[in-house]
């Protein structure tokens, strides 16, 4: 992943676009927050779950280099 990009950084879960990939016939989608570069942090969700169902409380500062 490059650590230079001409896009903003985005540090609000309800700002953060959709995005897709796909793999072996599947398509995932996820949504990309926070700066670029550092160690990334992946959350997944559980069975039936969406995108939608992580809180903004939790991951907005978790994003923005934040913690609680």
Known sequence: MSTTSNEPV??????APTRTASAGGVTYAYRELGPKGGTP???F????ATLDNWDPRIV???AKGQSR
Request: charged share 5%; hydrophobic share 55%.
């Open 45 to 48: 969700v559980h069975l039936a």
């Open 60 to 62: 907005d500062p978790i």
């Open 41 to 43: 942090v992946v959350f």
């Open 10 to 15: 985005v540090s609000s879960y309800a700002q």
